[in-house]
């Protein structure tokens, strides 16, 4: 092995991007659609599909919690490296405060994500 070769945490930030990424595309229109038109007017479970109990009930369950912890984590750190990334193409210098601002937002929302869902119980 080359020992000339500099290990990089990219690809950590890189799989969280692409993560991120791919539920957007599988799961963002959808949520998009369910929670801004279909409940709202009843399609197709009717006027309570999303009702307070059903979601405090999914929330509290462990399943319901993961999922929503894994959207809320991925969509962050998705939404921040291509703000990161966007900086250069706009000519604002990238340097460790902008990766601090983007990433430490990200993660300042994820940990957020994970106080309120433990705090709402099982």
Same mark, same amino acid.
């Given at each position: 092995?080359?020992?000339? /070769?500099?290990?990089? %945490?990219?690809?950590? $930030?890189?799989?969280?991007?692409? =993560?991120? +990424?791919?539920?957007? !595309? *599988?799961?963002?229109?959808?949520?998009?659609?369910?929670?801004?038109?279909?409940?709202?007017?009843?399609?197709?479970?009717?006027?309570?599909? /999303?009702?307070?109990? %059903?979601?405090?009930? $999914?929330?509290?369950?462990?399943? =319901?919690? +993961?999922?929503?912890? !894994? *959207?809320?984590?991925?969509?962050?750190?998705?939404?921040?490296?291509?703000?990161?990334?966007?900086?250069?193409?706009?000519?604002?210098?990238?340097?460790?405060?902008?990766?601090?601002?983007?990433y430490g937002g990200a993660f300042v929302i994820t940990v957020i994500a994970a106080w309120k869902l433990l705090a709402i119980g099982f």
């Open positions: 092995m080359n020992a000339d /070769l500099k290990r990089s %945490r990219a690809p950590i $930030f890189w799989v969280m991007f692409g =993560g991120g +990424g791919m539920l957007a !595309a *599988l799961f963002g229109t959808a949520l998009v659609f369910i929670t801004g038109i279909a409940a709202p007017l009843g399609w197709p479970y009717g006027e309570n599909l /999303l009702s307070y109990e %059903r979601v405090l009930a $999914f929330s509290q369950h462990w399943f =319901g919690k +993961g999922l929503i912890f !894994a *959207l809320i984590w991925l969509f962050a750190y998705h939404a921040v490296h291509r703000i990161y990334h966007s900086l250069h193409d706009l000519g604002i210098p990238i340097g460790f405060v902008a990766k601090l601002v983007c």
